[in-house]
């Protein structure tokens, strides 16, 4: 019994800390509509920051706490709202949820940068010279006992905030009607600004409080993720009390699974996988209404022509086998991935793009398809390709279909769940028999992977492989395109824009679910494979939910809606960044910041990237003169690297200056087409009337 | 033996990172002109003649020409910022080109950015420009070894981590490390049987759960039993990308709560300093704590507080000759002063160190074989080496049978103003030689061989 009440004693220490963190995005979440991933990486550079004024400075606690609390996370909150989430206000869920992952990324790479991560840091426990607290069985340090009143101050606090002041009641109406809101008096960039302001300073709180009691460390503090995020999903992302009993319950359950869970090689992962498996349970089991915030407006889905998709795929193909003849051997390993991580990303298309659902489970689709593909097509078999499509297209069926009650960030945070508990507990397995069949994913370490033999023809070398993977993402994006301009396609997109209105029309929603979440598992297995093939040889880390983050965050600033978002993903992630630091090392920390920094492009494309792109060269495609001239010069170019006359460096300027210049004829030789200036009104008299003016009016007046 | 933890605690935060970094590999340049210091050897404790100007000449091989060798150098410093490898590789390339090179030819550091995600192109670079690489070590090295050995590149590392590598074709690793024994065998009995006989019916292993080296992890557990420990607590801790540990307490109670009087942690010196002062704090005093050989550094001192006094830290340092004695070795303190001369202000580490080693072997194996500097010429002289000491810097490895039990061992422990070493009763110099040996009764998971890509020892020249 003496124990029993220890470990819950010890549960409730962690809570505490559970408590502080969650009550922070519970906060962020009620008033601002925004999911907070960037969560606990404030709280570290606050950490991080106390850290510098105190010991690295020696400046007096009190002062360095008042500086961090009341000045630099005020600033910082502050900073995040103006320039990070205010253009992206408008937006979708996803767009506003990339910011955050952007952040997150952004924040981490800036620490390593500015405090080396091989500088053994600690931060003094409050109070650390006096004794602890007796309590029955067990002893409470005054550092613990800290953390506890702090969190209950802070839950009693942001209940009379929220509920008992002006300012309050306008954070809550903000987020609930920001137009009606606004219309009443209230100011909701104020309530905005006040929530980024006390949401940076409990994230500042939680890092200082949590950072002496584990260790100073850049991702270890800013990954605190699944764990809190299961306290505020009890709490149904706006109740305190509930998010409070939430981080109770976790910090027990955690708490006594550490104490009295057998051990056993199978069982043992439990214990670290039971957070996402309760925040999944408890996404399913607590009701979450509509979700609030559905003020944006929705955009419309370009749909891609027959002629436009076969030259992107043809694009694809082109570029696979340039690339398979200039690169070396070692390059062909790593710009691989250009392709592979584009099949991944085309997979969020479909799912995300046409039918508006948020997956941060893809990549663990990818790693599923990369691990059927390492065993069963051990000697290439052309059918274990498809055996990996399918079984990772069937899991994605199975991920769906209790994801059915989720939407929105709910999903996101479900498939996040799902992607931590493979990471956790079954990609760890060592190997183990379900029903006398053995299993073993990464075989305790790596797998080994082989190309594949289709129709007699072995792919094994490298160039081989890089084209066959360009192939592979050919048909993949010619498929998708066709999806957009099939039946199905528009049920997705109508399922997107409304599931009650879908359903109410005779639409089976879990139907389309199941199928658009197998197909974009499918796809990602695809790829999955392909990456496997590439590497020869694959570990779990490679397919974490972690490594999954810029792949989402890059599709998102690409434009989930385009089909061409896949290859771009495909080649920012791989690409350009890469090469910049193998010619000027020196630059690894700026490009550890990229993708963190191209979130802001976000606010100014809200349709992404791509869309952008295409209209950009879109002068270049009605121009004969210009297609001729651009396809003769990379031809140009490309011959003359294979005459080994220039090496790839020179390739790759020529290749930018030919894209430039033709870029900038064609935009001069372009008659000034000024449409997009033509106001709504004189649609069809100052211009003639387009087909799809059709639709841009119905969803105008749809939305609002 | 154990892996570089605290590379692992950089796999947690994955590829949030690696987004941004590429592959990047700098050749080094020579430093020294060929002509300028033929009549100069170096020497390095009781080898002779590792690097010594000469009249070599001819390009038998890939990266080898009448002037060079190229070696190619792994590592995951851009990725954790840790540069002991590079670091290593510069002063043991400079201090051999000073002295001439390996028989006149010079030696070149081509260092390959592994950036965590990419060790399979690092290797593949590795292939098409290097005879060898030498004194590298990479977090997923694991996946590399296939595409390694599809190129026949020998391989001298300073450390390996994951099992697909350990003990891996063609490589020459100058550390006893057999896959199918428990390496810590003598070291676990000296605690438990001599130290502290009243731990061995309490002993806890706390591992991070890494799908790395958790398989790694679970065979130690397997290990302390065999020993004749009986293990009381198995706990698993977080530090894959989508978990870290927020809280030490729970994991203190429990090892309270079992009664554990020995633990073993597999983790960085940072948590287990952590979970120390937690236990600490709650006045459980443990017989002894395995800190691993990752603890074994200024790092776990400054971060250990007030637990450094209370409880009793230790660690096996793989036959290392310690440190902080450097003054009493000759072979260590002239690694000491190669560090001052070369990389001043460089703290020299035991990871160093097993560099150093690998290095030591390749320069001296290399120069036997004169003008025909091939592969197979170099793996085969090291291999010959059924004693390696690296000139002293460590206890005896026998390279001919690299999957053999360990026989000399030695340990450090902690205390608050540094690490000293440990009363196990050496017997041989500074080690203890003669340690049981354990034989594992299942190896989870086997290192790679030629035949798994297709390849025999046939085509290896």
Redesign the interface.
């Known amino acids: 019994m003496d124990q029993f009440l220890a470990f819950g004693i010890v549960g409730l220490s962690t809570a505490a800390i559970y408590a502080v963190i969650s009550s922070g995005l519970v906060l962020t979440y009620t008033t601002t509509g925004v999911f907070n991933f960037a969560h606990g990486a404030a709280g570290m550079l606050a950490a991080f920051f106390y850290w510098q004024l105190t010991i690295g400075w020696g400046w007096p606690v009190p002062l360095a706490l008042a500086v961090v609390l009341l000045v630099a996370a005020p600033a910082l909150g502050l900073l995040i709202e103006r320039f990070v989430m205010r253009p992206v206000q408008g937006l979708g869920e996803a767009e506003r949820l990339v910011m955050t992952v952007a952040l997150l990324s952004g924040f981490i790479a800036a620490a390593e940068w500015i405090w080396n991560p091989n500088v053994a840091r600690t931060l003094p426990t409050f109070f650390a010279n006096s004794a602890p607290i007796q309590i029955g069985p067990t002893t409470i340090t005054w550092d613990q006992a800290i953390t506890m009143i702090v969190a209950v101050v802070v839950a009693v606090g942001l209940r009379i905030l929220l509920y008992r002041t002006r300012i309050g009641a306008e954070m809550r109406a903000t987020v609930d009607d920001r137009a009606l809101a606004g219309l009443t008096g209230a100011d909701p960039l104020r309530a905005n600004r006040v929530a980024w302001i006390l949401g940076t300073q409990l994230a500042a709180i939680g890092g200082i409080l949590i950072a002496p009691q584990i260790t100073l460390d850049a991702t270890q503090l800013s990954l605190l993720i699944v764990s809190a995020y299961t306290a505020a999903v009890f709490g149904r992302l706006r109740s305190l009390p509930l998010t409070f009993a939430g981080a109770v319950v976790v910090g027990c359950m955690e708490s006594y699974l550490t104490g009295y869970l057998p051990s056993n090689s199978l069982l043992s992962g439990i214990r670290l996988a039971a957070p996402a498996l309760l925040l999944f349970a408890a996404l399913l089991v607590f009701p979450h209404g509509r979700l609030r915030g559905r003020s944006q407006r929705l955009r419309p889905v370009p749909v891609p022509t027959m002629r436009g998709t076969a030259l992107f795929a043809a694009a694809i193909v082109m570029s696979g086998i340039v690339l398979a003849t200039v690169l070396s051997t070692a390059d062909l390993i790593t710009y691989g991935a250009i392709f592979s991580l584009a099949l991944v990303a085309l997979s969020y298309v479909p799912l995300a793009g046409y039918a508006g659902q948020i997956s941060l489970c893809q990549l663990s689709m990818a790693g599923i398809g990369a691990v059927v593909w390492a065993h069963l097509g051990a000697n290439g078999q052309w059918w274990a390709l498809a055996a990996a499509v399918a079984i990772s297209a069937a899991v994605g069926a199975i991920v769906a279909v209790p994801a059915l009650r989720l939407s929105g960030i709910y999903l996101a945070l479900g498939t996040a769940a799902f992607a931590a508990v493979l990471d956790q507990w079954i990609f760890t397995l060592q190997s183990f028999k379900v029903l006398g069949v053995q299993f073993s994913f990464f075989n305790g370490g790596s797998v080994s992977a082989v190309g594949p033999d289709i129709f007699g023809f072995h792919v094994s070398s490298e160039p081989d492989l890089m084209v066959f993977a360009a192939i592979c993402l050919a048909l993949a994006s010619a498929a998708v395109a066709a999806l957009r301009r099939s039946r199905f396609g528009r049920r997705l997109i109508a399922l997107r824009d409304s599931e009650a209105a879908y359903a109410m029309l005779g639409g089976r929603l879990l139907v389309a679910r199941v199928a658009v979440f197998a197909l974009a598992a499918g796809i990602s297995g695809l790829g999955g494979a392909v990456y496997a093939m590439q590497e020869q040889a694959v570990t779990a880390v490679q397919f974490s939910l972690v490594a999954g983050l810029p792949i989402f965050l890059i599709a998102v600033v690409g434009g989930l809606a385009s089909v061409g978002t896949g290859m771009f993903t495909g080649t920012t992630l791989a690409g350009p960044l890469t090469g910049i630091v193998a010619i000027a090392p020196w630059t690894a920390n700026l490009a550890a910041i990229a993708p963190g920094l191209s979130g802001l492009s976000l606010g100014r494309n809200p349709d992404g990237l791509v869309p952008a792109l295409r209209r950009g060269f879109s002068p270049v495609a009605g121009n004969p003169v210009a297609v001729t001239a651009l396809l003769v010069g990379l031809t140009l170019a490309w011959v003359l690297r294979l005459a080994h006359v220039i090496n790839g460096w020179a390739l790759f300027g020529l290749a930018v200056v030919v894209v430039v210049v033709t870029l900038g004829y064609a935009a001069a030789r372009q008659p000034g087409a000024a449409d997009a200036e033509i106001e709504v009104d004189w649609w069809g008299l100052q211009r003639p009337w387009q087909p799809e003016d059709e639709e841009a009016l119905a969803r105008g007046i749809a939305g609002g | 033996v154990r892996p570089q933890i ?1 590379i692992l ?18 050749p080094g340049t020579p430093t020294t002109a060929k002509s300028g210091a033929k009549t100069v050897t170096a020497n390095f404790g009781t080898l002779s003649r590792v690097c010594h100007g000469g009249n070599a000449s001819g390009a038998p091989e890939q990266g080898v020409n009448s002037s060079q060798v190229e070696v190619g150098v792994m590592t995951d410093e ?1 990725y ?4 002991t490898l590079v670091t290593a590789a510069h002063v043991f390339t400079d201090w051999c080109n000073a002295a001439g090179g390996i028989d006149g030819r010079q030696l070149v550091a081509d260092i390959h ?1 592994t950036d ?3 060790s ?3 290797m ?5 420009a290097d005879f060898a690489t030498v004194g590298g070590s990479a977090a ?1 090295d ?6 390694r050995l599809k190129c026949l590149l020998p391989d001298f590392p300073a450390q390996t981590v ?3 590598n350990t003990d891996s074709a063609l490589q020459a690793y100058p550390l006893t490390d057999g896959y199918s024994y428990a390496p810590y065998a003598g070291y676990f009995t000296w605690l438990m049987k001599q130290a502290y006989p009243g731990s061995a019916a309490h002993v806890g292993i706390l591992y991070g ?4 080296t ?2 790694l992890a ?1 065979q130690e557990g397997e290990a302390l039993t065999g020993v004749g420990g009986t ?1 009381v ?6 530090v ?12 203190a ?2 090892i309270k ?1 079992k009664g554990v009087k020995g633990l073993v942690f597999y983790g ?4 287990l ?2 979970l120390e ?2 236990l600490t ?3 459980y005093k443990l017989d002894w704590i395995d800190a691993n050989t990752n603890s074994y550094g ?3 001192i ?2 250990g ?1 007030k637990s450094l006094s209370y409880q009793h830290n230790y660690a096996d340092i793989d036959g290392y000759y310690p440190v902080e004695k450097a003054s009493s070795n000759p072979a260590t303190a002239e690694m000491v002063s190669l560090y001052a001369k070369y990389a001043p202000g460089q703290k020299l580490t035991l990871q160093a160190m097993q560099a150093f080693s690998a290095w030591l072997l390749f320069a001296s194996s290399a120069e036997t074989c004169g003008s025909n500097l091939t592969r197979r010429c170099v793996y085969d002289a090291a291999i010959s080496q059924t004693a390696w000491t690296g000139g002293g810097l460590q206890s005896p490895v026998n390279l001919a049978t690299p999957d053999s039990p360990v026989n000399c061992w030695n340990a450090e422990m902690a205390t608050p103003t540094g690490w000293v070493p440990a009363p196990f009763d050496p017997n041989t110099g500074a080690y203890r030689c003669g340690a049981p040996v354990y034989k594992l009764p299942k190896v ?2 086997l290192p ?1 061989t030629l035949a ?1 890509v297709g390849e025999s020892m046939s085509n290896f020249r």
């Open positions: 605290r605690a950089a796999v947690a935060a994955a590829a949030v990172l690696a987004a941004g970094c590429g592959r990047a590999s700098s851009q954790t910022h840790d540069p950015q965590l995600l990419d399979v192109g690092a593949a670079a590795a292939c098409s997923l694991g996946i590399a070894v296939d595409t994951m099992p697909q759960n890494s799908p790395i958790l398989a679970v293990e607590y198995t706990g698993e801790f977080p894959s990308a989508s978990g870290a540990v927020t809280d030490w307490t729970p994991y109670e429990a709560s960085t010196p940072q948590w300093a952590a002062l937690d704090n709650m006045n200024p790092a776990f400054q971060v507080g989870l998971a790679e798994d």
